[in-house]
């Protein structure tokens, strides 16, 4: 069965905006008021830390919790202000992008399934 996914973007809880320096890294600290989950964790709703770095790796810290995913450049204006960007299927949301202030925006690498078979001789 094919699930309808909605767009929300939370721009309001960006709390803080900047760069650690000129070439290591990006980061900003939002309020995020609802669940939601990243790298098939679950983070409850408050402050976290989301940390974007030169190659592309995404870090989410916050509430004794943290996870680290790869993204892709993704087609998000360069002029927008800080958000992270969400899907929900009506019982989840989950983080699919980031958009750092000044920069292009980046999506996260969600892999395809891959399925391993083991065999005996």
């Given at each position: 069965m094919k699930r309808n996914f909605f767009n929300l973007v939370a721009v309001a809880g960006?709390?803080?905006g900047g760069s650690l320096t000129a070439s290591a890294a990006e980061r900003v600290t939002v309020n995020v008021p609802f669940s939601f989950v990243v790298a098939g964790l679950e983070?409850?709703?408050?402050?976290y830390t989301?940390?974007?770095s030169t190659s592309g790796v995404l870090t989410v810290s916050g509430?004794?919790?943290g996870a680290f995913v790869t993204t892709i450049p993704a087609e998000f204006k360069?002029?927008?202000p800080s958000s992270l960007h969400f899907v929900t299927d009506g019982h989840e949301y989950?983080?699919?992008?980031?958009?750092?202030?000044?920069e292009l925006g980046?999506?996260?690498?969600?892999p395809s399934?891959?399925?391993?078979?083991?065999?005996?001789?």
């Open positions: 960006v709390l803080l983070f409850q709703p408050g402050h989301v940390d974007e509430g004794g919790r360069s002029s927008a989950h983080l699919v992008g980031v958009q750092m202030e000044g980046r999506a996260i690498d969600s399934e891959h399925k391993l078979s083991i065999g005996s001789r």
